[in-house]
């Protein structure tokens, strides 16, 4: 892993991405990970992360992170008919 990071790193380099947006963009990506993961609960993907959930919330807003796409893809779930057929198939 850290050498896929130091690739990339040098690979953000060369392009010319400055320090402070290659921290903004790790950051970014960081977030988005642990929330998709929480399926957009900050809370718990504040603890995750290590940092209280003011700080996070905080985060997101100044990294223009759009938390709503991931709480909508949290909630959503298949039509309940589909739920029932595969139940109708495993008792088969």
Do not use: C
Not at 28 to 37: A, K, M, Y
Not at 52 to 71: C, F, S
């Amino acid at each position: 892993m850290k050498a896929q990071l130091e690739n990339l790193v040098r690979q953000m380099y060369q392009l010319g991405i400055g320090f402070e947006e290659a921290v903004e963009e790790f950051q970014r990506v960081f977030i988005l990970v642990v929330l998709r993961e929480e399926k957009g609960n900050q809370s718990r993907a504040a603890h995750k992360l290590g940092m209280h959930r003011n700080t996070l919330r905080r985060t997101v807003r100044e990294l223009q992170i759009d938390v709503e796409p991931i709480r909508e893809a949290a909630r959503r779930r298949p039509p309940h008919a589909e739920g029932l057929s595969s139940l109708k198939q495993r008792a088969i």
